[in-house]
Nanobody, 126 residues
Framework: QVKPVESGGGLVQAGGSLSVSCAAS????????MGWFRQAPGKERQFVAA????????YYADSVKGRFTISRDNAKNTVYLQMNSLKPEDTAVYYC???????????????????WGQGTQVTVSS
């Protein structure tokens, strides 16, 4: 079992950078692929990025590709999302989640994740 807890959200101006982290308790963190999703008010939860358990493979939504970078440190049970060139449309609550699935193309679906964090707010001002 894994319990993710996000941190690092905040307010940033458009064009700026922000990094969010997700620390996951549990001794099996390295067995899980990890993903980041986001949800803006009145909108559905949207896939952002995912990383396989070994950290060797990553997958991004087209809307963030080239601007966001997902990484993980299994020794620290932590996954990171570095966000650069932020836009107002990136404003949302960002959620971290853990999945036993190792197929990258399936990791864009929220239903593939067993454990979710409580979310952290990211606000990008114009």
């Amino acid at each position: 079992q894994v319990k993710p807890v996000e941190s690092g959200g905040g307010l940033v101006q458009a064009g700026g950078s922000l990094s969010v982290s997700c620390a996951a308790s549990g001794r099996t963190f390295s067995n899980y692929a990890m993903g980041w999703f986001r949800q803006a008010p009145g909108k559905e939860r949207q896939f952002v990025a995912a990383i396989k358990s070994t950290g060797n493979n990553t997958y991004y939504a087209d809307s963030v590709k080239g601007r966001f970078t997902i990484s993980r440190d299994n020794a620290k049970n932590t996954v990171y999302l570095q966000m650069n060139s932020l836009k107002p449309e990136d404003t949302a609550v960002y959620y971290c989640a853990a999945s036993p699935t190792q197929l990258l193309w399936l990791l864009k679906f929220p239903t593939r994740y067993d454990y979710w964090g409580q979310g952290t707010q990211v606000t990008v001002s114009s």
